[in-house]
């Protein structure tokens, strides 16, 4: 699916929300640069709105591995970065399958923990700088098998 601008990953980002329910993972891949912060932020900030909530910034958790948001009654996130995990094991030791239970999991850079899940949204963002054009791929499992969003 092309992503035609900054609305578009918007409109995309707001139609995966509506569909979210706690122990829910969206996996955001993709190189540097490509959209997966963006694609959480609109995300976020859309279910911060639905709840009337005052919006947060939203950044990459690069160096904390997680960050936390509370969304009003019985809604959290937790958006996950694994860019520096270099171990299946490591997972493990941050509690990730532990707490899932209890959030909406977003995690950047999920490769490392997808044997691991057996209901998830993969999105895999892509950059074509040479056609300064970006695409998305839609890879579900579980519940998420065969998801797809209309941009229109």
């Known amino acids: 699916m092309e992503l035609k601008s900054l609305d578009s990953t918007k409109k995309i980002a707001q139609a995966v929300a509506i569909k979210l329910k706690i122990n829910d ?10 959209g997966k912060t ?19 910034e939203i950044v990459s958790p690069t160096f904390n591995i997680v960050q936390y948001y509370n969304l009003g009654k019985d809604l959290k996130i937790a958006h996950y970065d694994f860019y520096r995990l270099k171990q299946e094991k490591e997972i493990f030791n941050i509690g990730l399958l532990d707490t899932a239970k209890d959030f909406i999991n977003i995690i950047e850079w999920p490769e490392i923990a997808m044997s691991s899940l057996n209901n998830f949204l993969q999105i895999k963002f892509i950059y074509d700088p040479n056609r300064n054009f970006r695409s998305l791929e839609f890879n579900g499992k579980g ?8 941009d229109k």
């Open 38 to 56: 963006t694609f959480t932020r609109f995300l976020i900030n859309y279910l911060q709105e639905k709840n009337q909530l005052p919006l947060e």
């Open 25 to 34: 993972f969206i996996l955001l891949s993709g190189n540097l640069g490509t």
């Open 143 to 150: 519940k998420w098998l065969g998801f797809s969003v209309n």
